[in-house]
T-cell receptor, first 111, second 113 residues
Framework: DAKTTQPPSMDCAEGRAANLPCNHS???????VYWYRQIHSQGPQYIIH???NNETNEMASLIITEDRKSSTLILPHATLRDTAVYYC????????????FGDGTTLTVKP | DTGVSQDPRHKITKRGQNVTFRCDPISEHNRLYWYRQTLGQGPEFLTYFQNEAQLEKSRLLSDRFSAERPKGSFSTLEIQRTEQGDSAMYLCASSPPEAEKLFFGSGTQLSVL
């Protein structure tokens, strides 16, 4: 799996968009970008994943740069319940299970 | 879909004792994973089952650790002769055959005194 780099922490005002960056400069052509989040005392929760095109679902949007060396997870209207650790993971398709999580970004949404 | 269930949620044990954790995956998910998470760190992969077959084990899984998944349904993770360094959250996850994403349980928090 390609290595990912995320800032250790970020703050965001409630109601504003939260933009969480991830660098994955060694990503290879068949590797996907996955995002999970972990709220305190719970297991990680899948958010979104993509290969090269931007993706959007009911939780978030994923923007992947054209060279695929970095991506941004966007929570369009952050709420207090979005306070969590967000993990960016890069791995090949077909078996998303054996994932290397890293230490993630702690997002704190403030009122 | 009732989600991935793990039991117990918390376990306190004395050093040297054996402990066993159980994971019930989402029905029809043929893949099951165990992860370990220590405070302030991301989850670390331990082992993976496809149906009843254990296909991969991390080097983190010492000889004191054993995992089973009889009949390809629930799974158990046993730690023998626990050590204080085994204190962690043990997470179970399952995924469907297309294996695009993981569904995690809430974990078992182990404290070894």
């Amino acid at each position: 799996d390609a290595k990912t780099t995320q800032p250790p922490s970020m703050d965001c005002a409630e109601g504003r968009a939260a933009n969480l960056p991830c660098n994955h400069s060694t990503i290879s052509g068949n590797e996907y970008v996955y995002w999970y989040r972990q709220i305190h005392s719970q297991g990680p929760q899948y958010i979104i994943h993509g290969l090269k095109n931007n993706e959007t679902n009911e939780m978030a949007s994923l923007i992947i740069t054209e060279d695929r060396k970095s991506s941004t997870l966007i929570l369009p209207h952050a709420t207090l319940r979005d306070t969590a650790v967000y993990y960016c993971i890069v791995r090949g398709g077909g078996n998303a299970g054996k994932s290397t999580f890293g230490d993630g970004t702690t997002l704190t949404v403030k009122p | 879909d009732t989600g991935v269930s793990q039991d117990p949620r918390h376990k306190i044990t004395k050093r040297g004792q054996n402990v066993t954790f159980r994971c019930d995956p989402i029905s029809e998910h043929n893949r099951l994973y165990w992860y370990r998470q220590t405070l302030g760190q991301g989850p670390e992969f331990l082992t993976y089952f496809q149906n009843e077959a254990q296909l991969e084990k991390s080097r983190l899984l010492s000889d004191r650790f054993s995992a089973e998944r009889p009949k390809g349904s629930f799974s158990t993770l046993e730690i023998q002769r626990t050590e204080q360094g085994d204190s962690a959250m043990y997470l179970c996850a399952s995924s469907p055959p297309e294996a695009e994403k993981l569904f995690f349980g809430s974990g078992t928090q182990l404290s070894v005194l």
